[in-house]
Each structure stands twice: as structure tokens, then as C-alpha cells.
């Protein structure tokens, strides 16, 4: 049975059942506690911590979740039946059915024949296990369904209580497992031996809510949920293998082609065990894991998600290599992985050459780190070799490792081909402190679950009205008022208050768009509106001070939108639709938007590229935006299904769930259509000039432009114009011929640095005969020691000690320089000849004395090493220590 068809069968048992269907969410939400979405229920949460009232008439819902946990990205591989992305098919209760329902369900599910839609499992194969004072959940298992006693077993919390991980929903659970027969492992069910009773269904008995603490068993219970509620999940791919006849997750119809193909393409062999194995699993998890991230809009970066799809894709690059790769394969690896999965999420096709070019782009950054890796490592094992030693420390390893991005992998490898060996406990040891600050760096960031208790009855019984598509003023009443997450009776003047009205025109932020300004007012109260938030997609949420009067509960009043503040907002949040489509205009379909912020005046839009724009690409950009202005378009909107407003060809927002109604902003007929909940002008000309400020990168793959709108537009382009006027009065030059002006006078101060510096050396190496005159003999050696004219570089310092090592030929010399450079930094540099060298003399060593007489430090090699303090008056101290130094070798 193909796993496509294992979702199918899910979904639709459920549905036969009552529940409703949920399209998985992306793998990206507005969750402080969660890199990816990470289980099945997360997009469930807030219906079973009772903030919000679930939105399924039945009160029943199933659903298949992607999901990505990275928390042991190294093991990956190592074990055959865990992978980084995983789809979570569940069927969810909030108060409906408990215990007896869900393991029912889940039992006709596994065993009734194919025939009738089940999965055809032999009842005789199944175990189970239950919490250990969860005595119900036994009875039913064994009175209920009828499953034998021995088969039922009893773990503890660590095992079968089932949490996120972090504060939330908690409770019981129980596993249901396959047995896989002998041949994986010794009997006695999952107590014994858990490869060969696989665990494929997790029943979670949702009723209770845990706070922090760390591991699956030390948290606090905080206390009961609202309602007693059922999570489940079942492993698709888990599921896959077992129908499928094969041994493990990576031989299923998804994994198995990419693995097939990376054989092909690296000439090894899957199969014969060991590390080849582990780095064939590596690239099948890791391709579709990066695969469904970029398409949930990720790119590579160097901090949070970005970085987690960067060490992804890099670990598959690695392990191609190491398997026997050359070139480049990303692009085979993506394409086989798109192929596979696209039957389940057809969204794929519409972004496959999006997804292709972010993989390719960072595989050809990387095999660029690969190429400077190998020269440093070179370097390091050739400073190894010299000292006499054949061990490369682990503090050189992790600096390849950490600093430069080179794998540990190939720096074992190319260890062993040098005839070395590499500390590894030294680097491990290493690495684990780095896991331990970046671990407590985590947690001191989460925070827990934000308590929305407070707003939950006014989600329920008093959704706020929004009336600011069509007027900026409303009459409305006061039902709350809160502060510090307390309901208050009244406000009075000074109080900082959020307000909860029954109707507003006011917007609250989302899309990108801040959230209005405005006032609200009743007699002679009056309090100032800094900002509007939704919560649960419902309610309204004013933040406002009292400036004037008391405010109270139940009282009449009227809100009103800032008026300038609206216009503004509304013509940078059109702009913003109008950039976004001269920009797909000019870069193709591949240039899609990954977030933007609009606030009145000013827009900035971010979107996936991995190349800079050219000042012509900007110049197009902003002349098809402002033609668009001028052609007054009408601006339209529509409310319309999801499924309707996409056939339309209605762009959508990556991360975003939408409702099943959506609003769609057009402009322009096709030239601009997007689902967007936004303010905007009625016409296209309401928003006036656009000028597009620049772009740049913010992130590996991700772009952004930067414009200003309307008057601000005005008063930008009026400044550059009158700028422009000063500089060609004082050039005496007209303006359209100012850039040749400048350019031509920048080549001239290029071209009188060049000579200044060239004269420069002419006076250092006119020196150079001084210096090696003023050359003492110390303990036999030739040392010269001189403080260079005040604006000499470190460069010339080095070139300088180059000369010197060069003039003292055979004798052991020792060269020590220092200098205040243009920046009022000391500089200073210690060199060393051969012969020096074999006496003892180790630059490194000395240049860290010098530094520690100016405020600096340094380092190197033993023939030359350099550094740079802020003291120059330290030099000569300095100087007589490190003198000191040698007198006493």
C-alpha cells in the first residue's frame, strides 16, 4: 500500500466517523516555544488549553501534520526508523469522546480488512501499552476490544505520558505496537525490545496542563484542562514500512528513490552496512526535510530555521562526498525528492523551481567553504607535521568546524590520508559546550505559553465587528477592559488599558500591516489608541491610554481611525502589492514574497532570491510600480472561498492558515491579485509616488526592498533633488552628468592613494637599511627592534619584518615592529628566520608577550605572527620584555 493512499484511508475512516477534515498547517507558527511544528497537535493547542472554542461543529476533527523535529540531527541515520520530517496523521476530541472512543476508532482503523477501507492488520500482531496507574484505559483494551492480557503492558511517565515537551497540553497515553517477529529482536513486546514491537499509534489521553521542567518526566502538572480531550498520532511512514514489507522508513516509496539515485551518483552501494548506510539515510531524511521547509518558506541562514535548513543540506552535501560524489547533486536529490511527494502535497509543483534554486545556491555556497576548508585544514596538518607531532588538536578541528564550516567527517578523513590523527575527544568536548550554551541560551528565550484565558469568553460569545473596510469612525460599547491580564471595572486618567470593543474601525495588525492609531471617546473621556492586535483571529484588542476622564464597562462611545495615520498606512500597504508585482514582473515567479511590514509612508518587502539586483533591475522595478500608479486602477476586493480565490490565481502568504473564506485584493486585473486582509486606496493613484530606497540581503536565498510611499515619497525624492543640485553647483556640472563627474574624481583619489602608498614604501624600504643597522645581538641572536613612523599599516609592519628576515639570510634573527596606524591602533608584528626557529624561537609566543604590553593580543606562526592593540605608548615596555624573553631561551 503506497504511503499516499495509507493518508487517504486515514482522513477518510475519520470522516466516516464525524470528524472534520484539517489541512495540515505549515510547518511554521506563531509559537515562542517551537522552531517547526513538531507534533500533530500543535496547530490544536489553543482549543485544548480552552483559550479558544474549537471550530468544528461536531467538536471532532482529523487531520495529517507535517512536522520537523532537529533536536539530534546526528543521529539521524543511526537508527532506521526516526527522521527529521514526519507526517502525523490524528484524530482529535475536545470533549467528545475519551479513552473507549479513541482506542475503538484507532483499533477498527488497524484491522478491519482492506477491503473496507482498513488497513488490513493482523489483530494478532498488536500490542499495547497504557500508563501505570491507567487502569481504564487496560480495561478497555482487554474487556472492549478484546486484546489478551500479556499483550497489554504498563510503562511509566518518561514513556507513556505525553507532552510537547514544553508548557501546554499533557496527559496518559497509550502506544499501540506491530510486532515484527523474530527475526528483529527477542520476544516479550515492547518492554523488551522496541525494534521489533514497533511503535505506530500514540493515543494521548489530553487532560491536563504541565508546566516547565525539563525531560519527558520532571515538569510540574499544573493542573486539569477544561475538558477531558483525545490527541492522537499515528507514523505515516511507520505505517508505510509495515504495509510496504520492508525493514525500515528510509526502503518506503518516499525515501527509497533518493537513496536510489544517490547510488548512481556516488557509485556506492546501500545495503552492506556500516557508515555508507548512515550517510545514504542521511541524504533521503535530510533531502525531503530541506525540501518541505523551503517550501513552507525557509531559507538558508545562519541563525534559527534558516540555520537548521542550512546544517540540513550541508550534512547532505557532506555525506555525498564522503560517499563518492564530485560534483554537484542537489538538484538530482531535490527533483527525486519533489517526484515522491508531490501526490500528497500538490503545492509542490507551483514552487518546484523555487525550492531547486534555494538548494542548488547554497550547495554551491557550501562546496565553496569546502574548497577554503581544505586549504586550512592543509595548512594546520603541515604546522602539525613541522612540530614534530601527528596528532591535529581538537581545538584546530573545531575551529575548522565552527568558524569555517568544515564537516568533522571530512576532517577525519583528510586526517587519516595525511598520515595524522585527530583529537576527537578534544573536539567533542568542544562541541558539547558549545550544545550547552546554545541549550541554556534556548531556554532562557522561551517563554512559556501565553496565558489568553482572560479573552477566551469575548473570543466565544463576542467576536469584535470590523467595520474599517467601509467607515473610519463607529459607534460602539465598552464590553472590557484589562490590564496586566486582569479585568478591571474602569480606567482613569494615566492608566495604560487594553479595551475591548464590540465594534471597531480600527485595524488590528496582521499581514504585514501595523495596527491603527486613533481615539476613543465619550464625553469628556478621551483615550489615545497606540495600537490594535487581534487574538484568536476574532478579537479586537486596543491598547490605549486614558488621557482625559474615566472610562468604564458597558459604557456608549466612538471610536475613530487616525486619519493621516490611514492614509499613509493604506498607501504603503498598496505599494507594497504593487512592488510585488513589478518585482515578478522583472525576476520571474521565482521571486516570491517571504514576509513584509508596511507602515504609514514606508514599506519593506522581503522575498526569496540568492543574487543581488542590479541598479537596472531596481530602476524597472520602480518605473512598472509608479506606471501602475498612473494607471489608476481601480482597487478591488472579493470575498471568496480559499479554493476559488487560488484557481483565480490569488497569491497566498507561506505560513499563513486561512479560512476556508478569504479576501482577495486586485489590482490591475492580473497584474496584481493577492489574499490579503489589509487596508487599501480605492484607486491606484491615491497612492502616489513610490521610490524604491535599495535592496539587500537579509539572509542566505532572502532579499529585501525598501520604499517609501506617497508624501514621504515626495519629501525623499525632494531632498536627493536638492543634494543633487548642491552637488552640481559644486562641481560645476550639470546633474545628468554628475555620475561620470564623480566617478572620474574617485579615480583620480584612487590613483593618489595608489601613489602615496607607493611613496610610502619607498620611504619604509629607505628605512630598512636603519633598521637592520640598529640590530643587537641578544643571547646570538640578530634582534631588531623598532616603533615605524606614525600611518604605517599592519601590512607594511609585515612587509617590513619580510624584508628583514630576508636581509639576515642564515643568521637566527628575530624582527620586532610596531606602529600607530590612521585608526590610532597599535600594530605590531614578530618574525623569526629558519635558523631562529630551530633554536626555539616561536613568534607566536613572543607577539603575545608584546600584546600584552599595548592592549592587544595576537598570534601566528612561529615565522611570522602579528596582532593589534590600542597603546603605542607600550611598545618600548614591550619590546624589552619580549628582548627579555630571549635572553633568557
Not at 342 to 355: G, K, L, Q
Not at 721 to 730: K, M, V
Amino acid at each position: 500500500m503506497q504511503t499516499h493512499e495509507i493518508r487517504e484511508r486515514f482522513i477518510q475512516h475519520f470522516v466516516n466517523a464525524g470528524h472534520q477534515e484539517v489541512p495540515s498547517a505549515s510547518l511554521i507558527l506563531d509559537d515562542p516555544n517551537l522552531l517547526f511544528v513538531n507534533a500533530g497537535m500543535v496547530p490544536f493547542k489553543p482549543y485544548f488549553l480552552g483559550q479558544q472554542t474549537p471550530p468544528f461543529p461536531q467538536g471532532t476533527a482529523t487531520s495529517i501534520q507535517k512536522c520537523v523535529r532537529t533536536l539530534d540531527i546526528e543521529e539521524v541515520g543511526i537508527t532506521t526508523r526516526h527522521n527529521t520530517f514526519f507526517q502525523m496523521a490524528g484524530n482529535f476530541s475536545f470533549g467528545q469522546y475519551f479513552k473507549a472512543g479513541a482506542i475503538k476508532h484507532a483499533w477498527e482503523l488497524l484491522t478491519n480488512p482492506v477491503a473496507q477501507g482498513g488497513y488490513g492488520m493482523d489483530p494478532e500482531k498488536l500490542w499495547v501499552t497504557v500508563y501505570l496507574d491507567d487502569d481504564e484505559a487496560a480495561e478497555i483494551w482487554e474487556h472492549e476490544i478484546g486484546l489478551p492480557k500479556e499483550r497489554i503492558q504498563r510503562l511509566g511517565m518518561a514513556d507513556n505520558y505525553w507532552s510537547m515537551g514544553v508548557p501546554g497540553p499533557c496527559g496518559p497515553c497509550s502506544e499501540i505496537y506491530y510486532d515484527r517477529g523474530p527475526e528483529y529482536g527477542k520476544e516479550g513486546g515492547p518492554i523488551a525490545d522496541d525494534s521489533r514491537y514497533l511503535e505506530i499509534w500514540n493515543l494521548v489521553f489530553m487532560e491536563k496542563e504541565r508546566g516547565e521542567g525539563i525531560g519527558k518526566d520532571n515538569f510540574e502538572i499544573l493542573g486539569d484542562l477544561p475538558k477531558k480531550n483525545i490527541d492522537t498520532g499515528l507514523g505515516v511512514e511507520r505505517v508505510a514500512c509495515l504495509l510496504q514489507g520492508v525493514d525500515n522508513v528510509y526502503e518506503t516509496d518516499l525515501l527509497r528513490p533518493v537513496i536510489d539515485v544517490a547510488e548512481k551518483l556516488t557509485g556506492a552501494a546501500y545495503g552492506q552496512g556500516g557508515q555508507n548506510d548512515i550517510r545514504f539515510r542521511v541524504i533521503a531524511d535530510h533531502s525531503r526535510t530541506g525540501m518541505m521547509l523551503i517550501l513552507d518558506g525557509v531559507t538558508p541562514g545562519n541563525e534559527g530555521r534558516g540555520y537548521i535548513l542550512r546544517r540540513l543540506l550541508r550534512r547532505i552535501i557532506r555525506s555525498a562526498r564522503l560517499l563518492g560524489a564530485t560534483g554537484e547533486t542537489m538538484g538530482v536529490f531535490m527533483n527525486t525528492i519533489m517526484d515522491t511527494m508531490t501526490p500528497s502535497y500538490p503545492e509542490i509543483a507551483e514552487h518546484r523551481e523555487r525550492i531547486l534554486q534555494v538548494a542548488i545556491n547554497e550547495e554551491k555556497a557550501f562546496l565553496r567553504t569546502l574548497e577554503s576548508g581544505t586549504h586550512l585544514f592543509e595548512e594546520a596538518a603541515a604546522s602539525v607535521k613541522a612540530s614534530g607531532s601527528h596528532v591535529l588538536a581538537g581545538a584546530q578541528a573545531f575551529a575548522l568546524h565552527d568558524t569555517y564550516g568544515f564537516p568533522i567527517d571530512l576532517t577525519l578523513e583528510m586526517a587519516a590520508e595525511a598520515g595524522l590523527e585527530v583529537d576527537q575527544e578534544g573536539f567533542h568536548s568542544l562541541m558539547a559546550e558549545q550544545r550547552a550554551r546554545a541549550k541554556a541560551d534556548s531556554q532562557a528565550k522561551k517563554h512559556g505559553h501565553a496565558d489568553l484565558s482572560i479573552y477566551r469568553e469575548f473570543v466565544d460569545e463576542h467576536p469584535t465587528e470590523f467595520t474599517g473596510y467601509t467607515e473610519s469612525t463607529s459607534n460602539a460599547q465598552v464590553l472590557g477592559l484589562i490590564t496586566e491580564g486582569k479585568l478591571l471595572p474602569t480606567a482613569s486618567v494615566g492608566d495604560n488599558v487594553e479595551v475591548i470593543l464590540d465594534t471597531t474601525p480600527m485595524y488590528a495588525e496582521s499581514g504585514g500591516q501595523l495596527g491603527d492609531r486613533g481615539i476613543i471617546r465619550t464625553g469628556d473621556t478621551i483615550l489615545r489608541v497606540n495600537d490594535v492586535q487581534k487574538i484568536g483571529k476574532k478579537l479586537w484588542v486596543h491598547k490605549a491610554t486614558v488621557e482625559q476622564g474615566e472610562l468604564e464597562v458597558g459604557a456608549n462611545v466612538e471610536a475613530s481611525v487616525d486619519a493621516q495615520w490611514r492614509h499613509a498606512a493604506r498607501q504603503a500597504h498598496s505599494a507594497t502589492h504593487l512592488i510585488h508585482a513589478a518585482l515578478r514582473e522583472v525576476l520571474g515567479p521565482t521571486a516570491v514574497q517571504a514576509g513584509s511590514m508596511n507602515k504609514p509612508g514606508y514599506l519593506r518587502f522581503d522575498f526569496n532570491w540568492t543574487q543581488p539586483l542590479t541598479r537596472e533591475q531596481l530602476q524597472r522595478i520602480e518605473a512598472i510600480t509608479n506606471e501602475a500608479v498612473d494607471h489608476d486602477w481601480a482597487v478591488n476586493t472579493l470575498e471568496t472561498s480559499l479554493e476559488e480565490a487560488k484557481a483565480m490565481g490569488a497569491m497566498a502568504l507561506f505560513g499563513e492558515n486561512y479560512g476556508d473564506q478569504v479576501r482577495v485584493v486586485e489590482i490591475g486585473g492580473p497584474f496584481s491579485m493577492e489574499l490579503c486582509g489589509g487596508i487599501h486606496v480605492d484607486h491606484a493613484s491615491q497612492i502616489g509616488p513610490v521610490a524604491v530606497l535599495g535592496e539587500s540581503s537579509i539572509g542566505s536565498g532572502a532579499r529585501r526592498i525598501e520604499a517609501y510611499s506617497g508624501l514621504d515619497s515626495f519629501t525623499y525624492l525632494s531632498r536627493e533633488r536638492a543634494l543633487a543640485a548642491g552637488l552640481a553647483t559644486a562641481l560645476k556640472s550639470p546633474s545628468e552628468e554628475l555620475p561620470e563627474r564623480i566617478a572620474a574624481l574617485t579615480e583620480k583619489l584612487k590613483e593618489a592613494e595608489k601613489e602615496i602608498a607607493a611613496l610610502h614604501r619607498k620611504q619604509l624600504a629607505a628605512k630598512t637599511g636603519e633598521y637592520l643597522a640598529s640590530a643587537r645581538t641578544i643571547n646570538g641572536f640578530q634582534v631588531i627592534t623598532a616603533t615605524l613612523p606614525q600611518g604605517t599599516s599592519a601590512g607594511d609592519l609585515r612587509t617590513t619584518a619580510i624584508d628583514l628576515k630576508g636581509r639576515l639570510g642564515e643568521q637566527p634573527g628575530v624582527i620586532i615592529l610596531g606602529a600607530q596606524d590612521d585608526k590610532n591602533k597599535a600594530p605590531f608584528v614578530v618574525g623569526a628566520t629558519q635558523s631562529a626557529i630551530q633554536r626555539g624561537v616561536k613568534s607566536g609566543q613572543l607577539v603575545g608577550i608584546l600584546g600584552g604590553f599595548v592592549g592587544g593580543r595576537g598570534g601566528g606562526k612561529p615565522d611570522m605572527a602579528q596582532g593589534s592593540g590600542n597603546d603605542a605608548s607600550g611598545f618600548d615596555a614591550g619590546f624589552a620584555a619580549v628582548v627579555n624573553a630571549l635572553e633568557n631561551l
